[in-house]
């Protein structure tokens, strides 16, 4: 296959699977966004893109490819979290989507990491709405504003020194009071003790998404689920990165090269249908984001997941 057909040309590129996931597509509710973390990864050749595409050229049109398969109807951007992303980077992003294709996009760790990673001095810029401003929300919305699903604020690990949850409640609503209201937006924690009542009446107050999250130490989406008012806004994001009391790098290790299912985790599935069922009866979108440290390999779990939400409905 010439580069032509693949980026930009004529020809419809040869996706695998295009045809099935057409047709798993057409069946799966509309209020169920599914998606990948991200989408750089050799392995996902024969899975999600053509096998003859290189390396190279997944790193700098993957993204192009990935959207056009009608399955996945969203993506993470989670280069965003590492460094501030400029007009110019997400200005070719924006160039390899449909126009309205809604990615989540993580938060600059500078906004939401409560102390320096390197040294463990407190963070200066830890939930400040200018630095938001300047580094996250100016950018976005100069350059990427048909595109920005949501904002994903994944709170880093707080070992420790860590707040109180009435401390971390009170933080946040401080800072959502001070941003647009219009911005759709998703607070992530990795910290279970900090899953507190205070906290959920703090984002539901801003119209903020809670992010039942699959990590290291936090409850099972089932466990989450459970809690009283744990959906917090219309939007409902579940990301799915580990599983709880896997370790990350370790699991890394035993899934590459991520083209294959290596575990299936019945559980988390279930759970994702359950959820999927609650927010078609709650009239609230879905959005599922998953990582290939879940079961080895994102698009097929993401496969999976449709299945399962479609043959549930």
Known sequence: MKQLDLFGGPSEPDLPNLEADRALAARLPQHVLLGTS???FPGWRGVLYPRTVTERE??????????????????????SYYAPLSDEELARYRADLPDGFPCAMKVWSGIVSRHDPRTGAPNPTFLDPRAFETHVLGPAARSFARHTG???????????VKPAPEELAEG??????AVPRSLRCAVELRNPELLSGAYLRTLARHGVSHVLGLWERMPSIGRQL????????PLVICRLSIRPGDRYEERKRAMAPFDRIVDVDETTRGDVVTLARRC?????SLMVLVNNKVEGCAPLTVRALAQRIVDGA
């Open 38 to 40: 991200t989408w750089t």
């Open 58 to 79: 997944i790193v700098a049109h993957g993204l192009r490819l990935y959207a056009q398969n009608p399955l996945f109807r969203t993506v993470g951007i989670d280069r």
């Open 150 to 160: 949501v904002l994903l604020f994944v709170l880093s690990p707080m070992r420790a």
């Open 172 to 177: 946040l609503d401080r800072f959502f009071e």
């Open 226 to 233: 459970a809690v009283p008012a744990i959906l917090t806004a």
């Open 280 to 284: 078609a009866a709650e009239r609230r």
